[in-house]
């Protein structure tokens, strides 16, 4: 006597079903690695940015105290009657710091400190190996481009950093006083070719940061002739 079996397997319509599920399954995990490495790329690209502007805003700052300090010490040489050395300001040695007797300490952030203008500039970084001695500060987002171009045919990535000052005039504590506002951006090279120059805003770069420094005007023409105007900042 013969009889029949049921035999149980998969129909190939639910063999696609499952290969289907686990293409997506795949898709996903692939999606999620790449989402990975761009966050990675990304927040090593902010380490780098928050570094860049930290050392540029930094050495602004220490220039701005370097030149008060040279002022005050020729200052205090006329009060001790001492022989003042002017040649950190008159441009007579290599190592003048300025040119014009006495330094205006807010040129170290703004190149007219006088003038209530607006000065951007930026600067092409290279993040595989940036020197902050060599920084080749430009006025327009043309040069700037084309030293990112240079950056980036040697094999390399660039980023760029912009400073925007911004001087007004106006009283403090009944005295006048100077002004200036400076805003530091990191921008990747995109955003770059797309804001340039003009918006310094979060979402159009990768870092930004913000700091005012005020400055206001004494003589110390009592005691060196000619000094009837020194701007004393006022370093935060």
Not at 201 to 208: I, K, T, Y
Request: proline content about 5%; aromatic content about 8%.
């Amino acid at each position: 006597m013969s009889g029949t079996k049921n035999q149980d397997g998969f129909t190939l319509l639910e063999i696609l079903v499952a290969v289907f599920i686990m293409s997506l399954g795949f898709l996903a995990a692939a999606q999620m690695q790449f989402l990975s490495l761009r966050q990675k790329q990304l927040a090593e690209q902010g380490t780098i940015a928050t570094n860049v502007i930290q050392y540029i805003s930094d050495n602004d700052m220490a220039q701005v105290r370097r030149r008060y300090l040279y002022n005050s010490t020729a200052y205090l040489d006329a009060q001790a009657n001492r022989v003042i050395d002017f040649s950190y300001c008159d441009g007579s040695s290599p190592s003048s710091i300025c040119n014009v007797c006495p330094c205006d300490p807010l040129e170290a952030i703004t190149p007219n400190p006088d003038d209530t203008v607006t000065e951007t500039t930026c600067a092409a970084i290279d993040i595989n190996n940036f020197n902050p001695e060599n920084l080749n500060i430009r006025t327009t987002q043309a040069q700037c481009v084309t030293d990112g171009a240079a950056i980036a045919a040697a094999g390399s990535s660039p980023l760029y950093a912009v400073k925007r000052s911004v001087t007004s005039e106006g009283l403090m504590n009944g005295v006048n006083a100077i002004t200036v506002a400076v805003t530091y951006a990191s921008k990747t090279p995109q955003q770059f070719e797309k804001t340039g120059l003009g918006s310094l805003a979060l979402n159009d770069s990768l870092v930004v940061q913000n700091y005012e420094i005020t400055a206001h005007v004494v003589s110390y023409s009592d005691l060196i002739p000619g000094w009837t105007e020194v701007n004393i900042p006022h370093i935060p």
